[in-house]
């Protein structure tokens, strides 16, 4: 069964470093988006991107988020300088366009840890 | 209540019991969604229901829908243990995008 799968699993970094982390959404898949959850809290959407563009962003996805799909496979989020408070899980998701049903299928995530 | 707190935050039942969660939401839907997380994992798609439906079910899942509340529940029959997760309703945005509630912590004691 296809899946999304996100790289890396658990990343640490120093407050003030980039750091870009990595999803491959299914292969026949449009739509793509990530999403954060911090530790006890609900999950947050971040953006969603649409042939090539950003099609929506929430008011968390400032100027130090950026994402990109640089080949017809990976969906990448960078956060160009960490802080303390982007410690969280990332998710990424991607959904099939198929009119307004857009069951989104999730990665396992990638749990950053900013020091 | 969702967009908003679901309810209960947290749900203890004995295996083969049932388990009924509810949320409800502000704005108006195409379709509202429950997920699943299991502790650290990502999220898994349970069950869409669509605005014009009242009532869902798939496998031991029911879902169902009140548009004129605003409101949903998720009821799962004969529990196991292994449906001890926290369990989620999205609703949709314009662009596709998910909003979630602080969701059910459901735990299943064997």
Redesign the interface.
Known sequence: EPE?TQTPSHQVTQMGQEVILRCVPISNHL?F?W?RQILG?????LV?FYNNEI??K?EIFDDQFSVERPDGSNFTLKIRSTKLEDSA?Y?C?S?ETSG??????????T?LTVL | SQQGEEDPQALSIQEGENATMNCSYKTSI??L?W?R?NS??????LI?IRSNEREKHSGRLRVTLDTSKKSSSLLITASRAADTASY?CAT????????????TQLTVLP
């Open positions: 999304v739509y988006y999403y809290q609900k999950v947050e959407f969603s099609s929506e929430s899980m998710f998701a959904s307004n049903r857009n069951e989104q299928f999730f990665g396992p995530g749990r | 195409n379709n969604q997920y997380q650290g994992r990502g999220l898994v798609h869409l989620f949709v945005g314009s662009a596709r995008q998910l909003t979630f509630g602080s969701g």
